[in-house]
């Protein structure tokens, strides 16, 4: 599975919302208070672009009136119309098996991981390969990184 | 599969009673009052069923003779509606007397002499307390099948005002039925008055669609998941669209109703039933069948007849779209099981 190197990861502070191409996708990268998500940018409704979404905490209720509120924002509602997403398994709030959004792993890695990877030796240290395919990476930045399943 | 010959008729209708005939049934002072005044019906009657439209103009006399001769020659049972008119009758007090001795009346002139007739209960749906004072009082006889809310409310049927009603329908294994009709404080539609009875009976659509909405929104089965509803006289066909409606709203905002954890349609199919008179149909039999695999549901729809009143419509072109085993529970098993009829028609006792 390639993993593809964002870029540095100060590009993408707390709050951020973004879209980035690799590997031919368009992939949605949320930064929530350091806690980095990354989903197929198309919302399966009507193909809204997700990064767009709100980030929202989760609502239940256990009957009329009854606000069961968890602040944490683990949700993205879509720009368009509202449909729920879970950040980190990119299910649907009240469709979850039939509506939802691949997810990928995203990770940080340092600079220098990812540079003394060697693709075509291979490692058995690192898992990879990486991929930067706009930027050259310095050893002494850390990185975002997204692994796209082909 | 034989052609189903069971039926039961979910909406049959006797005519108010006037003054006249609740006299054996109201107190002395009530009596005396309402002579003095020259009351005789609730104004919400002429309003809801003027005698010379189209609905009235050709309907024959209610008589126990006319619904044994044109309604329980066809049907096993018969759910019979009083249309009596309480919620325009400001005084609570007054209304409350109205509809308790209507109530009796229902009881003694047309339940006790004939068994194959279950009523519902008229109450007055803008006092919440002597509502469910008088359900409380009648409610034990098992041959009152549910509580009757006209279609026009004071507020709409979600509000919390109203949950006390709902929880002594459930206690007394009633429906609400909700049925067309009413005179209240409010204007015909949201938009205001109207000018004739073709808008007045027309529009009752959307006032039967924005109940539906209320009362899943408000979460009253959410607080009440027992409770059954049957829309009465509501037209069918309009259903569908309302919960195409529905469904796409709730997906996007449902945070605000965060009670209502699944899809508004599954509420519908779940807790409502409807009367297949008037069904609104389409010319098209191709187009009818369309919208009955839009409403997704074989268990929904109730066969009635809606006795005395004329339609230019016909709950009968249902059949024509229908399998066999969907004709069994359109025009029977439905009906059956959402009012348990059979076993209240065993251990119905007479008072």
């Known amino acids: ?150 | 599969l034989p052609e189903p010959t069971r039926r039961i008729d979910a909406d049959v209708h006797c005519a108010p009673p006037p003054l006249e005939a609740l006299h054996p049934y109201l107190t002395a002072h009530w009596n005396d009052y309402l002579t003095a005044n020259g009351f005789s019906l609730p104004s919400a009657v002429v309003q809801t069923y003027p005698p010379r439209s189209a609905v009235m103009a050709n309907a024959p006399a209610v008589t126990l003779d006319s619904i044994r001769a044109k309604v329980l020659d066809r049907a096993q049972y018969a759910i019979l509606n009083c249309h009596y008119g309480a919620e325009g009758v400001r005084h609570p007090y007054m209304a409350a007397a109205l509809s308790t001795a209507a109530n009796n009346w229902l009881k003694a002139e047309w339940l006790d002499k004939e068994e194959r007739l279950f009523g519902s209960i008229v109450v007055v749906p803008h006092d919440t307390e002597l509502a469910v004072q008088e359900i409380k009082r009648v409610g034990g006889d098992r041959r009152f099948v549910q509580v009757y809310l006209p279609v026009r409310s004071w507020e709409p049927y979600g509000n919390r005002r109203y949950w006390p009603i709902y929880e002594a329908a459930i206690d007394h294994d009633l429906a609400l039925g909700i049925h067309y009709g009413g005179l209240t404080g409010t204007p015909a539609t949201p938009v205001g008055g109207l000018d004739n009875y073709f808008e007045e009976y027309t529009a009752s659509t959307q006032l039967f669609a924005s109940q539906v909405l209320s009362l899943i929104a408000e979460g009253v089965f959410d607080k009440y998941p027992s409770l059954r509803v049957c829309l009465i006289e509501s037209g069918v066909t309009w259903l569908p669209t309302w919960l195409w409606k529905l469904d796409t709203e709730w997906k996007a905002t449902r945070r605000e109703i965060p009670w209502v954890r699944t899809l508004p349609s599954e509420y519908v199919r779940k807790h409502f039933r409807m009367t297949a008179q008037p069904l609104d149909a389409p010319e098209q039999e191709q187009d009818l069948r369309e919208v009955l695999g839009h409403i997704g549901s074989d268990s929904m729809l109730m066969y009635a007849s809606d006795f005395p009143h004329q339609h230019a419509s016909d709950p009968e072109q249902l059949l024509k779209v229908l399998s066999p085993a969907q004709q069994e529970q359109f025009l029977f098993s439905n009906a059956n099981e959402f009012y348990g009829l059979r076993e209240r028609s065993k251990s119905a006792t007479p008072a």
């Open chain 1, 1 to 150: 599975m390639p993993k593809y190197v964002i870029g540095p990861v100060n590009e993408t502070p707390p709050g951020a919302k973004r879209d980035v191409r690799v590997g031919g996708l368009s992939i949605a990268v949320f930064n929530v208070d350091g806690a980095f998500y990354a989903l197929n940018n198309r919302c399966p409704h009507q193909g809204a672009p997700l990064f767009k979404g709100t980030l929202c905490g989760r609502i239940d209720s256990t009957g009329p009136g009854e606000y069961e509120y968890d602040p944490q924002k683990t949700l993205v509602r879509c720009v368009w119309h509202g449909w729920e997403f879970d950040l980190a398994t990119g299910k649907s709030w009240f469709d979850p098996e039939r509506k939802r959004i691949k997810p990928y792993p995203v990770s940080v890695e340092s600079g220098e991981t990812i540079a003394e990877h060697d693709p075509a030796t291979g490692s058995a240290r690192i898992p990879g390969p990486y991929v930067a395919e706009t930027f050259p990476v310095s050893v002494e930045d850390d990185y975002l990184v997204v692994e796209v399943a082909k």
